[in-house]
């Protein structure tokens, strides 16, 4: 930092050590936990938040909420969490209605163009049933057109993965509203406690870092969170919502991040929208299911960190591998 007269008032070095978050040098290296709260219903593994779900008749959502409440009252965390859904939808708003280019690439933004055709065939009933998909793949591209310009929206997980919940619970709300259960604010509220649950488990055991793990920890990750966000609004039970949680990450194992120009454009925008249905995909076929599964959230989660570890750097958000150097650029 400088003065007025160029001298140079402060210096300090940050590190963005992924997942959101920034350390000074004095952090780097220091346990984080010194200052931990100790919360009511506190997890370390899927296992053990189902078990704490299930000794108090709890919904995943529930649990979270009570050790939030043990930090503020329930009135500031819905409040934070409707803020949150609110910035998610206008960064979904502004996103549908900007035109132009993406900066440096200079590619053509897509949200604007597809939001366009969409309400023209804005009709119901659907003539095809698919074009669900189409106004899901539009939130999460208008979503990650903005992240690419800059603009204001919610980190969830990550930057890079941004488009992916907000995407699911605006198909939650268009989609399903009437069907379900829980009024509008409080289907949103619990989508995103749910949702944190499951954030919270990679974050802990595994990376929410594409620079750590590859795309899988990003995007990933997402999927999962929305997955198990969607299960429990859809009225799945914890062990179906785990599932769900879990076949969202089961089939993003391996995704390598490979980001063209060192751009969150190619292939990070798209893989959002692709990403967004699976964990759609991923909700229903769980609650088809009666919760019983082979592959545990907490394996397939342990599985995502020893591929990530075995990852090769150039597939960790360095751009010196994959679509980063198989493009050819005219
Ligand atoms: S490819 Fe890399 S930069 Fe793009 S979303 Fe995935 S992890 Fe983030």
Redesign the pocket.
């Known amino acids: 930092m400088y003065g007025l007269d160029e001298k140079l008032l402060l210096k300090k070095t940050y590190y963005s050590v992924g997942g959101g978050a920034v350390l000074d040098e004095d952090e780097v290296g220091k346990s984080r936990d010194k200052n931990k709260r100790v919360l009511p219903f506190d997890f370390s593994s899927a296992k053990e938040l189902l078990q704490k779900c299930k000794d108090n008749s709890f919904k995943i959502s529930t649990l979270m909420m009570e050790n939030e409440k043990s930090m503020r009252s329930s009135d500031e965390v819905k409040k934070s969490l409707l803020n949150i859904w609110a910035t998610m939808q206008e960064s979904i708003l502004s996103g549908c209605k900007s035109t132009g280019k993406l900066p440096i690439t200079g590619m053509r933004k897509r949200a604007s163009e597809i939001y366009n055709k969409l309400k023209k065939r804005d009709s119901f009933p659907m003539v095809d049933p698919l074009e669900v998909m189409d106004w899901v793949d539009l939130w999460a591209l208008a979503v990650n057109e903005e992240n690419a310009c800059g603009n204001r929206i919610v980190t969830a997980p ?4 941004a488009g992916i919940l907000p995407a699911v619970i605006q198909y939650m709300n268009k989609f399903l509203g009437s069907s379900l259960k829980d009024f509008h604010e409080d289907r949103v509220i619990n989508f995103l406690l749910t949702a944190g649950a499951i954030g919270l488990l990679y974050q802990r055991n595994a990376s929410i870092s ?1 620079a750590a793990v ?2 899988q ?3 990933g990750v997402a999927c999962s969170m929305a997955a198990a966000g969607l299960a429990e609004i859809m009225g799945g039970t914890i062990e179906q919502v785990e599932n769900a949680a879990e076949i969202g990450m089961e089939h993003n194992l391996g ?5 063209v120009g060192g751009l ?1 454009q190619i ?2 925008i798209e ?2 929208a692709m990403a967004a249905m699976k964990a759609i995909n991923a909700a229903r076929m769980a609650l088809n299911g009666d919760g019983k599964h082979f592959v545990s959230l907490d394996s397939v989660i342990k599985t995502m960190l020893e591929t990530g570890k075995d990852m090769m750097n150039k597939y960790k ?1 360095t751009s010196l591998g994959g679509l980063a150097v198989n493009i050819v650029e005219c």
């Open positions: 990550t930057n890079g993965a594409g590859g795309c920890g990003e995007v995704l390598t991040c490979d980001p969150v292939p990070c893989r959002n958000e």
